[in-house]
T-cell receptor
Framework: GQSLEQPSEVTAVEGAIVQINCTYQ??????LSWYQQHDGGAPTFLSY????GLEETGRFSSFLSRSDSYGYLLLQELQMKDSASYFC??????????FGAGTQVVVTP | EAGVAQSPRYKIIEKRQSVAFWCNPI?????LYWYQQILGQGPKLLIQ????????DSQLPKDRFSAERLKGVDSTLKIQPAKLEDSAVYLC?????????????FGDGTRLSIL
């Protein structure tokens, strides 16, 4: 079967660094994406890793290791507006996304 | 560019009633997705269209859910009859193509409550 695991909640202070891990078991793996969702809002695309390694986009970075079936999202210089749920999603055939249960990030002053 | 438009924003119905949701994707996007997101969970793909053809509907409960995308643009998702377990946010998303790594752009969703 297919499964994704990520922590349910992470709490950190403003300015800190947070790493959200994602491990997966799936067939037909084509990559890993990350989405952010604020309460009551729409998921928004953050990053995509198709190959092993690190992808950096501003304060956010994402990493993938296919051999370890593992990836992570790194949030740097945390801001209050980063309080949200973060989902890892495995990409299957035709770009189909299978989402994890999400990690709620709580940023405190 | 205008985003993905969905309506209605909220809907409350009683079990066994029927309901329909509408989605207008970003102009030029060939791929359209419908997701169900139950509170506290990640979005679950119900159906994926490439233009007006179905690419994946393996998780669509076909005894009660149906979807169509006429002319390869707008789409409607229908539930008939609704069950209590269908209470969720129904999200529509679109992407330029169904390719790997293509960002999916989501609408604000329809929040459905079944009484």
């Amino acid at each position: 079967g297919q499964s994704l695991e990520q922590p349910s909640e992470v709490t950190a202070v403003e300015g800190a660094i947070v790493q959200i891990n994602c491990t997966y078991q799936t067939s037909g793996f084509y990559g890993l994406s990350w989405y952010q969702q604020h309460d009551g809002g729409a998921p928004t695309f953050l990053s995509y890793n198709g190959l092993d390694g690190l992808e950096e986009t501003g304060r956010f970075s994402s990493f993938l290791s296919r051999s370890d079936s593992y990836g992570y999202l790194l949030l740097q210089e945390l801001q209050m507006k980063d309080s949200a749920s973060y989902f890892c999603a495995v990409i299957g055939s035709w770009g189909k996304l299978q989402f994890g249960a999400g990690t709620q990030v709580v940023v405190t002053p | 560019e205008a985003g993905v438009a969905q309506s209605p924003r909220y809907k409350i119905i009683e079990k066994r009633q029927s309901v329909a949701f509408w989605c207008n994707p970003i102009s030029g996007h060939a791929t359209l997705y419908w997701y169900q997101q139950i509170l506290g969970q990640g979005p679950k793909l119900l159906i994926q269209f490439q233009n007006n053809g179905v690419v994946d509907d393996s998780q669509l409960p076909k005894d009660r859910f149906s979807a169509e995308r006429l002319k390869g643009v707008d789409s409607t998702l229908k539930i008939q009859p609704a069950k209590l377990e269908d209470s969720a946010v129904y999200l529509c998303a679109s992407s330029l193509e169904g390719g790997m790594g293509q960002p999916q752009h989501f609408g604000d969703g329809t929040r459905l409550s079944i009484l």
